[in-house]
Each structure stands twice: as structure tokens, then as C-alpha cells.
């Protein structure tokens, strides 16, 4: 197969003249790994098609929400239903607590939660809820892990240990970030340190359970249990950002994983998005009763939304969360990643690449490392040039991942294991084609 990007590339000439890059969120304009963005024409199951008629077997699924595939026959028709039936309100349906009692049953960690259109809407309105709720100012973060991008977020770490982080984005003063502290991600000794100076101030420390932002790295079993412990001692509320890893990782979230090791484990606050709108804009945060009723209109933590819990975004949540509910869906899923992460493995194995990969549930990563990184500083060793050197091969041979080294995969419940094959096939030879 031959890459043949002269539709898209016109597109993208288009695109330029009257988009900011020619795209509306950085990543897809492929300024990591080189070339033309593919612009998709339609999707079907594990594949799209790009504007030359070029199938894809897609493992980006729209960064995660597309977790039974495109055009699920089921979500098509509560969304044909609902769009009849009218597109926005600005006044409550009863789907918005159809969905709510749904997603509150599958991570029960959650008493209340209220929906919102964004996962950086969620992520920025969770960090003022627990400013809110302690009356403190200082949120900790970890290098690696992405909220979204609003401002008091946008950081990367100082120097020094433990140091407030700077903006990591023109446009945001410092004094924005002045109260939101850096660390590295599974580090337990630098987590204590921020506890022991700043522990009375902290409102809340915010964590990709499992950080799937520099591509998959995993919190260790106990850096989470001292983050849990931690917040407890000092008073702040632990936020999981489960925008990625909600209802993704497992039906019960990331939570659930790390409940089977830590018994009793919860967040305070869990941030949600992706699979719970099932493709469209839709996204939550939620906790315990006593936090959420700080919200307006009961309390005096400010947060509203014209399209929040938007008729036609809930009826594609909910149609796509009991669907995974089905029984055996996950377990299928989970096989099917496994199947691929070890496929690949193989295939690099045989042909001489260093790699290492790791999975749960529908998400994956992989890198060309010999072991899997811990932190942010160890992901940045990978090679980004071998990167983009397999990234372009495994397009070429119809095979779209995604176009940036620090990014996660997702396989959905349409991928068949012939797909998986046909991908590892494509991967050998790409693993071939690489510099020894
Ligand atoms: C963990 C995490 N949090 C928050 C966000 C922001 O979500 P959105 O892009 O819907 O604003 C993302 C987006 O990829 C994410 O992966």
C-alpha cells in the first residue's frame, strides 16, 4: 500500500487559510511526526476512511470516546431519536438524570454529578470546587499528566524540588500558576516533601490515574496509596482525572483497578469525559454529597454551561455506557487489547526492537524503550525520530495511531481479532524498517 495524501493535502492547504494550523486542536496537525493530516470522510466500525478513500483501522477512536466503535447501530438510533425530539433546551430532561444515576452506578465513589461539555471544563471546575470546599488555594499536579488546558493548569515544573511550576502557555500570567505545584509523577518522596511544606494550603491534588498523556504510564500501587493518604492527613481532596481512563480502563474506572489493590480506595472528586458522551461533547465531575452541594445553585462554588447535559450528547452516553455494560463486553475488550500489545511485542522482539508496552482494559501504550517509563522524565528518552519513522510506516500500511509519541491507544469493542492481526502484521514490518 502506498500513502497517497493529495486530498488531504489540498484540505489542509484549505484548512490553513482559515484555521489556526489548519485544525482545531493541535495534535491532529501532525506537527510531531511530519506529513499531512489525514481528514476523515466517514467511520465504521474499527476504520475510517480520509478524503482520498483510504481505510484506517483506527486505534485513536477520537482519543477514547469511540469505545464500541463508529456508528454503533444502538447509539445511532438514541441519537437519530433524541436529535428529533429536539437539540437543546437550556431546561432539565430526565435523561440528564438518566445519565447521572448511570455513571454514579458504575463509580460509585461519586454521590453526585454534575455534567458539563468538555473534559477541561470538568478538570477546571473540579479544582474550583475543591478550592471552594477547603478554602485553600494550592493544587498539586504531576509533570506528564494533562487536565486540559485551562490556565491554572497549564504548568510545568521549576527547578527545584517541589517548587511552584511556570506557565507552559503564552497567555498565562505566572501570578495564573502561582499556586499550582509541580511534581513528579510516582515520585513518593518529592509527594511528601509538598505535604510536609505546603500540606495545610493544599485544596486538592489532581492525578491521571493512569497517565495516559505520556502515552501509558501507570501510578504505582503505593505513590497512589500515599497520594490517598496524604490528602487524608492534610485535609485536601484527591481529584482523579478519569477523562481518559473513565469507563475505559474498566467498566468501574480507573478507580476500581487501584480499589483491588488499596482496599477501600476512593477519590474525593472524579473528573470524567470521553466514553461517558460516547463521541460527543460531554464530560462530568462528581464526589461525595457534602462536596457537590457546595455547587450553585446550592452553594457558592460558581460553575454553569449553555449546552451542559445537552439532550442529544446524554442520549449518546447513555446509549454507549449500557452497551458496555453488557456482560462479557469488557472481558472482550481487555482480550483484544491484550491480544494486540503482545502481537506487537512479539513483532518487535523478532525483529530486533527495543519496546515495551502495557494495557488495561481498552487503552494501551507502547514504547521504544526497553522498559516501561515511570515518570515524564523517562518517557522523554524514547526516540521521538524512530517514533515517527514507525508512525508514518504503520499509516502507509493503513494502520492510524496516534500521530504523537506521548499519546495513548484505544481499541473498541468492533476491532476483530482479524484487525488486530492484519495490525501486527503492519507493525513487523515496520519494526523491520527501523534503523538497528
Ligand atoms: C486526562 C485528561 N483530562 C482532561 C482532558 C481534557 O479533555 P477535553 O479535551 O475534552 O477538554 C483530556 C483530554 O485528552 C485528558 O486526557
Redesign the pocket.
Known sequence: MTSNTDLNDALMARARRVIPGGVN?PVRAFRAVGGTPRFVERARGAYFWDANDQRYIDYIGS??PMILGHGHPAVLEAVTKAAEQGFSFGAPTEREIELAEEILSLVPSMEMVRLVS??????MSAIRLARGATGRAKIIKFEG?????ADALLVKAGSGLATFGHPTSAGVPPEVVQHTLVLEYNNIDQLEQAFAEHGADVAGLIM?PIA??MNFVRATVDFTRRCRELCTQHGALLIY?E??TGCRVALGSAQSVYAQAIPGFEPDIT?M??VIGGGMPL?AFGGKRAVMEQLAPLGPVYQAGTLSGNPVATACGLATLREIKRPGFFESLTAKTRRLVDGLSAAAAAEGVPFSADCQGGMFGFFLLPQLPQNYTQVMKTDGERFNQLFHALLDRGVYIAPALYEAGFVSGAHSDADIDTTVAAAKEAFSLLPK
Open positions: 486542536s482519543w477514547g468538555s473534559g477541561t471544563e470538568a478538570g499528566c494533562y487536565h486540559g488546558h491521571e495516559g498523556n482525572d477523562v481518559m473528573v469525559g470521553k464530560a
